[in-house]
């Protein structure tokens, strides 16, 4: 009996502990209904970011970028308290105000750029204004407005609290000061607990600032977009400090690096005009694709069969897409860590292809219908050396010959051919590049792209025995299918631009040089879909099916090839006709093409692909890297064996740090103006040397 009596008691005790428990938090929630509204509607905001850009790669509800978000609002939040209720509310909707706006900048970002937004980049928002439709088209989406949910739930909520007298019932004046101590001190422990969870991996992300889809993963948005103020300050705050560092890690990099030797291609192009064709969005992908037995590109894919073909070709491009992959491929630089380098280090002094051909006696241009400060590109081709720049004002830009963007490429070849024809008959020699345009996400000019069916027919006998053809959409009105459309309209622009030229007599004594410049940034549920078919009920076949094969994250990385070739009229059939099939980065084009046109980039960070062949590694700049065996992933530590061969620990960490060693001097050297201090240092030391 005695023992049922202290059960008894010991229960009740309890259930008044629970009870007291409970009315402690509702008592919180009740005399806290402001902050608790600015905290929770941000954390939301930044918790659907993550969704919206996140969730395919990674756990968007994961718990480190939440508590980071949590704390750092908890603090923001905690000043809120020091002010009268009158300010209070302005306070805490100023900085909702601000955080969602900074959520909804970065998810637009997101849609166009596939990362988050650096403010680095705010120059660059000029560029992205004069892209017109695509960003429309391509960017604002219903989505992006959902983080007006935050600064609206403040104002219901605050009139709400107003309306019921609420700020006279729970404001204590004596309370202010107490309150908004113990809420800092809660906010700081949860950092706290937050900096403890974190890895040395995060740190030394975070540090770098450069995998921002890992920052913002770990960090959440408002911390990321922190430190990414104080990492875009530093082009200015780095090139004052850790320059002698820099200059140090360079001149080791280089003094280890073996110089390129002759091979048995060097010099086999010298004095040949050169045309580059930098093919816009052309993935490597499209050259195998056919449909309703008609070739997707078939121009380019004869350029290949013709010519010397790198099959296994990636471009490195970062933020910056076409300028990034002008950069590398003219410098044989990666892109910088921060900003683009066509916009924030022009001024810099670059050892670029088109200087060397100057040096050796050529006439160098650059010609593309568009806007010429586009990516600052009048600016930057100054710096890289090129004579003359065709842009748009060069072109007659009609609304009946414009596509997507701009110019249509048909009329921009065949605009360009007069020119070319005037630059032949001046110049004894010369070297230009062609920039494409068309093809350009977000493909939706679909009408002008000419015919191309990508749907899906059959004939099929009914029970009457009557023979009818059933067609099935499958990439009709898909954006994949756009793209193929769209990509088939370059195509044959190129064999357009092919035939005029040869026409003309142009092609007697040129090398073509073509690249695609980058993916199509096409998403991979879309390739998901392509492979993955369903006539019969004209959708995705479903995860469980037996003929479902998932399009992986490693497939969709090594699909995003981009073709590479280098031509000539009597190529054919030669010695030179020939695939190269060991992997090759846009880095790699610079000392291969100089070795053969008769130049060489001490200071690249690519190599002549005839030398290195199958050790080859290709560096990518979120840190990933690629070789003939195996594709890295940095962000999740993983990698892909594409040979289905196991590597060891120590090659992954050998890579690993060569790739984080070749990123770094690379930035350094444009960051600091690396060449130009070394040329100065030369010069000095030379004069120095003559005076003694
Ligand atoms: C713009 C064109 C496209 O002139 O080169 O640039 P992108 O959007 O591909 O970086
Ligand atoms: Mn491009």
């Keep these: 009996m005695k023992r049922k009596i202290i059960k008894l008691k010991n229960k009740l005790i309890t259930k008044i502990k629970h009870v007291k428990k409970d ?25 659907i970011l993550r969704f919206f850009t996140m969730h395919t790669l990674e756990n968007y509800l994961a718990f480190k970028p939440i508590l980071a978000d949590v704390s750092i609002l908890i603090i923001i939040g905690s000043f809120g308290y020091l002010l009268r209720p009158k300010y209070r509310f302005s306070y ?23 990362s ?72 700081s422990i949860l950092l706290v607990l937050f900096i403890v969870t974190l890895s040395s991996l995060d740190i030394s992300r975070f540090a770098k600032q450069w995998n921002r889809e890992y920052i913002v993963m770990r960090f959440g948005i408002y911390i990321y977009q922190a430190n990414d103020l104080v990492s875009s300050l530093q082009p200015k705050i780095n090139s004052l400090f850790g320059y002698d560092k820099a200059m140090k890690d360079f001149k080791d990099y280089f003094k280890d690096k073996d110089k390129e030797s002759t091979n048995k291609y060097t010099d086999i192009f010298k004095d040949k005009n050169v045309l580059v064709i930098h093919a816009e969005s052309m993935q490597n992908n499209l050259l195998s694709k056919s449909f309703n037995g008609v070739e997707l590109v078939p121009n380019l894919k004869k350029i290949a069969s013709e010519g010397m073909y790198f099959s296994n070709f990636y471009s490195q491009v970062s933020v910056g897409t076409s300028s990034d992959t002008e950069l590398t491929y003219n410098t044989s630089l990666m892109p910088t860590q921060s900003g683009t380098a066509f916009v924030s280090y022009f001024d810099r002094t670059f050892n670029s292809t088109p200087k060397y051909m100057n040096n050796l006696g050529y006439h160098t241009f650059v010609m593309h219908a568009n806007n010429a400060d586009f990516w600052n590109r009048r600016s930057m081709y100054n710096s890289l050396g090129y004579k003359k720049f065709y842009s748009k ?11 997507g963007l701009g110019l249509s490429d048909k009329e921009f070849f065949k605009q360009s051919i007069p020119k070319i024809k005037k630059i032949d008959e001046k110049n004894e020699k010369w070297y230009g590049l062609m920039i494409m345009l068309t093809n350009h996400t977000p493909f939706s000019d679909v009408e002008k792209y000419g015919e191309y069916d990508l749907s899906i027919k059959e004939n099929v006998t009914n029970d009457e025995g009557v023979t009818e053809e059933v067609v099935h959409t499958y990439l009709e009105g898909k954006k994949l299918g756009n793209y193929y459309k769209s990509a088939h309209y370059a195509d044959q622009a190129l064999g357009e631009l092919f035939e005029q030229l040869d026409q003309n007599g142009l092609l007697d004594d040129t090398v073509v040089i073509i690249y695609g410049d980058h993916d199509a940034r096409i998403s991979r549920k879309e390739y998901d879909f392509e492979a993955n078919y369903d006539k019969e009920t004209d959708s995705k076949l479903s995860k469980d099916d037996p003929n479902y094969k998932e399009y992986d994250t490693y497939q969709y990385e090594l699909d995003r090839k981009v073709p590479f070739i280098i031509w000539t009229k009597d190529m054919k059939g030669s010695k030179l006709n020939m695939e190269i099939k060991d992997v090759m980065g846009m880095y790699d084009v610079a ?35 690629v070789t003939n065996d195996l594709y890295y992933n940095s962000q999740k530590g993983e990698y892909f064996s594409i040979n289905n061969e196991a590597i060891s620990e120590e090659k992954i960490k050998e890579n690993n740090s060569y790739a984080t060693k070749l990123l770094n001097v690379s930035n350094n050297m444009i960051v600091f103006d690396l060449l130009k201090k070394q040329e100065e240092e030369k010069e000095v030391f030379s004069t120095s040397n003559e005076r003694s």
């Design 23 to 47: 009315k402690v938090i509702q008592e919180y929630i009740k005399n806290n209904v402001l902050f608790l509204t600015f905290v929770i509607s941000c954390v939301f905001n930044s918790t």
């Design 92 to 114: 805490y909707l100023i900085f909702n105000i601000f955080f969602s706006a900074l959520c909804m900048i970065n998810s637009i970002y997101y849609t166009f750029y596939t």
């Design 116 to 187: 988050f937004a650096s403010i680095s980049m705010l120059s660059l928002t000029q560029y992205i204004t004069t892209v017109g439709d695509a960003v429309v088209e391509n960017v604002l989406q219903i989505k992006d407005l959902i983080y007006i949910i935050g600064p609206i739930s403040m104002i219901i909520v605050n009139s709400k609290l107003k309306k019921k007298n609420y700020f006279k019932k729970v404001e204590v004046k004596s309370e202010r000061k107490r309150k908004s101590i113990k809420t800092l001190t809660a906010g």
């Design 393 to 403: 004002e060069n072109y007659e830009v009609n609304r009946d010959n414009t596509i």
């Design 591 to 625: 000392p291969t093409i100089g070795n053969m046109l008769g130049f060489s980039n001490e200071y690249a960070m690519g190599h002549d692909i005839f030398n290195i062949k199958s050790n080859n590694i290709v560096v990518f700049p979120n840190g990933n890297w």
